[in-house]
């Protein structure tokens, strides 16, 4: 049992590339969400999805994009990168959307736009 | 939607002193609170949970308050030990509904 894969770890990207980071779950979580971590301001939310087939936006979704066709899969996409997405990355799954289901995190993505 | 505010943004106590962190939340219908534990380079991790229908909840050395008339939840470590220092995140959520995270408290415990 992995829980939540995140890949890749690192990566650098120049600004205008685009890239996909790529979260996998094994446990079968209907909720999955994506958060970026930056200093001094917390986890703020970019995109998340209650079931396969479903996404909305979070607090920050601006420059990214989602797609859920699986329940294990969600992807997130940054379309043309810019130095201000330097950031940390968290894939974050629940088992419901009901209240009271902790949330578990991936890994973490460390990505630089340079 | 839900504010969450956290403080302090940075605390030190030394070895064996307690600590404390406190968030409020502005959302009236919040009525989970978790409090995770980031260590440097990695994940957050849940280390206690409340629900709005208890007032304090302990495990071994951390206990979390919550005062829901004040909208207010605290994390409470005592007899603080070096593995104690990380970053600190108290979260809200409301039901059928997003996680709201605090700030975040970096905790230095001096050996």
């Known amino acids: 049992n992995a829980g939540v894969t995140q890949t890749p770890k690192f990566q650098v990207l120049k600004t205008g590339q685009s890239m996909t980071l790529q979260c996998a779950q094994d446990m079968n979580h209907e909720y999955m969400s994506w958060y970026r971590q930056d200093p001094g301001m917390g986890l703020r939310l970019i995109h998340y999805s209650v079931g396969a087939g479903i996404t909305d936006q979070g607090e920050v979704p601006n420059g990214y994009n989602v797609s859920r066709s699986t329940t294990e899969d969600f992807p997130l996409r940054l379309l043309s990168a810019a130095p201000s997405q330097t950031s940390v990355y968290f894939c974050?799954?629940?088992?419901?959307?009901?209240?009271?289901?902790?949330?578990?995190f991936g890994e973490g993505s460390w990505l630089t736009v340079v | 939607g839900e504010n969450v505010e956290q403080h302090p943004s940075t605390l030190s106590v030394q070895e064996g002193d307690s600590a404390v962190i406190k968030c409020t939340y502005s959302d009236s219908a919040s009525n989970y609170f978790p409090w995770y534990k980031q260590e440097l380079g990695k994940r957050p991790q849940l280390i206690i949970d409340i629900r709005s229908n208890v007032g304090e909840k302990k495990d071994q050395r951390i206990a979390v308050t919550l005062n829901k008339t004040a909208k207010h939840f605290s994390l409470h470590i005592t007899e603080t030990q070096p593995e104690d220092s990380a970053v600190y995140f108290c979260?809200?959520?409301?039901?059928?509904?997003?996680?709201?995270f605090g700030t975040g408290t970096s905790l230095t415990v001096i050996p």
């Open positions: 979260a809200a959520s409301i039901p059928g509904n997003q996680f709201y």
């Open positions: 974050a799954t629940r088992f419901s959307q009901g209240s009271g289901n902790t949330i578990y």
